[in-house]
């Protein structure tokens, strides 16, 4: 887990649940630059943890995220599954950040609870923190 | 009267009866007539005796009797040897026409007093006196009654036919009897011997009577045997009434009329049962079956035409025919359908052989025959077939037929004809009684064959629709089976080819996503250029790696790729590369220890293509490099005798289940852990390996204690002839330049 140095954010503390350092070190800059508070992990048993204890406002989710056994596994279908079922944490807007583009898994996405998702490939860092922002403006509304 | 003087009535009243029994049981046969005349001339014989023994004192009604006596006796020998030729079945002789004139010379002779004469008077009645032609008489007598014997006995002894020996076993036993009724010449001379030989009479009725209905000594019409059943039962109906009638009177005293309604009742009530019971035990002990086997087969017949299974129907068949008809043997023979020559099989036979069975239509003789005629075909018959048969070729089959017939012990075949074709044959044994099928059994069996044959045909086509029916719904089953399965295996094409596109998707757009972040985070200012270009250079790196991987799988799809092959030195290759993945930002960062592990023996050069299986080395590294999250990487070295250097590079990192050792070489298999894509490239990296190395004629395979217990990558590639040349390729070479020396 990479955590960021700075006290909780007004505009957010977000999760990033990604396998991809390159990807993963970029969106961490740019956000904490950005003055989110930016938490990011590529294990998923991690990122549940965090997701009780560290209560963010929204979480950046990949789906395809490789197992010993398998390298395409698809656990942030899993994570997803989990995180919605759990009372604590269902409430967590969830935007899947993922590379496979496709209606399906936009579909799967959405039945599962998913907030938002992103087709990481054709977006760029500013378009995803514009993403977050809005759902977590969104999130926040309804919650008061 | 005395006893003695009634034995001979007795016996008279006996053999009246059997004469006229066999007389109007079947006139026609000669056998019967000559039986017939032999019993009314002992008839006359016991009854012209019988007269004289009452006759008492008196000398004149004696000597009258007696020589009515000697009208029945003289042509008795005569018709003795006639009836043992046709026993013996021989045609009529010489010696027998002066059998017959000569004793029939006696019999006028007998009326005179040169024959008899005179009477003596014995304690149990009297008798005639011989005179000088009763010697004579008395010698043909003898002469004949020993040909009779003469003729039988030697065929008797030498018969085969179990059912002719027992017959004449009878007969001579029969006729034993009587030839000792011949003691009754004694007293004409004067010997005093008591003429219980005249009750001789009686047993020789009472054998032949047995004989003749149990065993079809003679045959014996069916409205006879009958008659027989229902005088019996007449017979026994009124002796026992009078019986009742006389007991009743004398033990109570009822007014006369009412004696006679009771008796009158009792009659009536006595009359059906007594009927029955002696009809039911005529045909267990005489008769077998006067009439009910014939209903049964008419029933049988009937019933045939609602059957449709043909094992029923044969079964029914076979059996009831046995059953009834008291058989000891029955089958059926069926023709097998639309084969050409003929072949029969055997349905199902009672009694039978199996193995015999078949061998009645070994020849298409007799199949030919019966289609020809049409009729059943008894085996009694064959001689005079034979006889009659134009052919030699004929007359031969018959023969041989007829052998084969005694052979398995058959007595008659019955063609089963349906649509003027033989469809097969119904072969009957003898029935158990040893009687002979009559002209009635014939024309019912005939009847019956015909049904059973149009049943049978009907089932076989039944059947044969059944069969065409089960056979289209197994081919339309198949068929469906085979689309279902085909389709199925296309989903699975299908899924694959998903599968693939989903992950080369995913796996292409992961670098270019790479590239195009750090770009925009340059455009936003929050990456320095030198930040944007670290990463844009990875992503470029990763892109074509995977791109190459994708390419090159598709390049070994099929046929074994080609491999420029030559002595490599693996120890060497993989010293060079050690360092270099030591540096890996992944090892450096888990501080995995990279070793390699010094064999004893020397490591000897392979023969493989350098350039490919340094692109196994290096993904079988950057692999146990990824997933091993701190420990070490060990290479170590193995000789097998198969003339192989195997390499093994193991790890202390995650390991492998059972289950996905299996799917690990595998391009893309549906299913969990299904796509081994490596992390960083395209994910066919071991299976690009497995190619490879398979292509430079070695193994590949992966071992594992299980889960975070390691694995072991080995390789195996054959070890080069001649270790003395030696060449080293330490790393793959740069390609993407080339300068065409010879063009500068």
Redesign the interface.
């Known amino acids: 887990m990479k955590t960021t140095g700075i006290m909780r954010s007004d505009k957010g503390r977000i999760l990033f649940v990604e396998d991809e350092k390159l990807l993963l070190d970029m969106y961490h800059d740019f956000f904490e630059r950005n003055g989110y508070d930016f938490l990011s992990t590529g294990d998923i048993k991690e990122a549940m943890i965090v997701t009780r204890f560290e209560k963010p406002d929204a979480i950046l989710l990949d789906i395809i995220i490789p197992k010993p056994e398998n390298t395409v596994a698809e656990q942030g279908y899993e994570f997803l599954e989990e995180i919605k079922k759990n009372p604590e944490t269902k409430d967590v807007p969830i935007i899947v950040f993922t590379n496979l583009n496709t209606e399906k898994d936009r579909e799967k996405s959405r039945q599962m609870g998913a907030a938002a998702y992103i087709f990481k490939k054709d977006t760029s860092p500013r378009k995803v923190l514009e993403t977050v922002a809005e759902i977590i403006e969104k999130h926040r509304k309804k919650t008061k | 009267m005395q006893l003695s003087q009634v034995l001979p009535l007795l016996s008279a009243i006996f053999i009246f009866f059997l004469g006229n029994f066999v007389f109007w049981g079947n006139r026609r046969q000669k056998i019967n007539i000559v039986f017939a005349l032999f019993c009314f001339g002992s008839t006359i014989w016991f009854f012209g005796t019988f007269m004289m023994f009452i006759s008492g004192a008196n000398v004149e009604l004696a000597l009258f009797w007696d020589r009515i006596v000697y009208l029945g006796v003289a042509l008795l020998p005569a018709f003795m040897y006639h009836l043992s030729l046709i026993l013996t079945h021989k045609k009529e002789t010489k010696t027998l026409y002066f059998g017959y004139i000569l004793l029939t010379l006696f019999l006028i002779l007998s009326q005179t007093h040169y024959f008899i004469d005179g009477i003596y008077t014995f304690s149990w009645g009297v008798h005639s006196q011989a005179r000088i032609l009763h010697h004579f008489f008395l010698l043909t007598f003898f002469v004949y009654v020993a040909l009779f014997y003469f003729n039988i006995y030697p065929y008797y002894k030498q018969t085969k036919n179990r059912l002719e020996k027992l017959k004449l076993r009878f007969v001579l036993a029969a006729f034993v009897f009587l030839t000792l009724g011949a003691l009754g010449y004694l007293p004409a001379y004067g010997i005093d011997i008591y003429p219980f030989s005249y009750f001789f009479g009686v047993v020789f009725a009472i054998i032949f009577a047995y004989a003749i209905l149990k065993l079809r000594f003679i045959s014996i019409k069916l409205a006879v045997k009958k008659t027989t059943v229902y005088v019996t039962s007449m017979i026994t109906t009124v002796s026992l009434t009078f019986l009742f009638w006389w007991l009743f009177n004398n033990t109570f005293a009822v007014a006369e009329n009412h004696a006679y309604i009771i008796t009158l009742i009792f009659a009536l009530v006595l009359a059906t049962p007594l009927h029955k019971l002696i009809e039911k035990y005529s045909n267990k002990y005489l008769f077998y079956s006067l009439e009910t086997y014939q209903q049964t087969i008419i029933s049988l017949a009937n019933k045939l035409n609602t059957i449709i299974d043909l094992d029923k129907i044969i079964d029914l068949v076979v059996d009831t025919i046995k059953a009834t008809m008291s058989l000891d043997r029955s089958g059926v023979l069926l023709i097998d359908d639309d084969v050409q020559p003929v072949k029969y099989h055997i349905a199902k036979v009672v009694g039978f052989n199996e193995k015999n069975g078949i061998s009645l239509v070994q020849d298409n003789f007799l199949t030919q025959y019966l289609t020809k005629t049409q009729k059943p075909l008894v085996k009694e018959e064959f001689d005079f077939l034979s006889e009659q048969a134009e052919k030699s070729v004929d007359k031969q089959s018959f023969i041989t037929l007829k052998d084969h017939m005694s052979k398995i012990e058959a007595s008659l075949c019955l063609p089963l004809i349906s649509q003027n074709k033989l469809a097969g044959i119904i072969v009957l044994g003898a029935k158990t009684s040893g009687e002979a099928y009559t002209k009635e059994d014939l024309d019912l069996l005939t009847v019956l064959a015909n049904q059973a044959a149009v049943a049978i045909t009907n089932a076989r086509y039944y059947k044969e629709t059944k069969d065409f029916n089960a056979t289209l719904q197994t081919k339309v089953d198949d068929q469906t089976r085979d689309i279902k399965q085909q389709s199925q295996h296309l989903q699975e094409l299908l899924d694959v080819k998903n599968d693939f596109l ?2 080369a ?2 796996q292409l ?2 670098p ?3 590239v ?3 770009f ?2 340059m455009q ?1 200012k ?2 320095t250029a030198k930040q944007a270009m670290e ?1 844009i250079q ?2 470029f790196e990763r892109l074509n790696s995977v791109i190459g991987d994708f390419l090159k799988a598709y390049d070994l799809e099929g046929e074994k790729m080609e491999m420029k092959a030559e002595p490599v030195d693996m120890s060497a290759m993989i010293e060079r590369l050690l360092p270099e993945k030591q540096k890996l930002k992944l090892a450096v960062e888990r501080n995995l220890k990279l070793s390699i592990e010094k064999p004893k023996f020397k490591i000897p050069l392979v023969f493989c293509d350098p350039k490919q299986i340094i692109n196994v080395i290096s993904n079988l590294l950057d692999n146990a490099v990824f ?1 091993t999250n701190k420990g070490s990487v060990t290479v170590s070295y193995k000789l097998l005798k198969s003339d192989h250097l195997k390499v093994n590079i193991q790890d202390t ?5 059972e289950e ?1 050792k299996k799917s690990m070489f595998q391009k893309f298999v549906r299913g ?8 960083d490239g395209s ?1 066919l990296g071991l299976y690009i390996a497995k190619k490879i190395v398979e292509g430079n004629n070695g193994e590949i395979n992966v071992t594992s204690q299980g ?1 975070n217990k390691g694995s072991t990558f080995s390789f195996t590639l054959p070890v080069y002839e001649n270790q003395e040349v030696g060449k080293i390729i330490p790393t793959p070479m740069d390609e993407s330049v080339v300068i065409f020396e010879e063009n500068n």
């Open positions: 989903r992950v998707n995913h757009n992961t270019l996503s790479v195009r972040n750090a925009e985070l936003d929050t990456y990463a990875n992503g997933y990192g995650a390991g492998i289940t996905d969990k852990g299904a796509t081994q894509l490596h992390p994910g889960p």
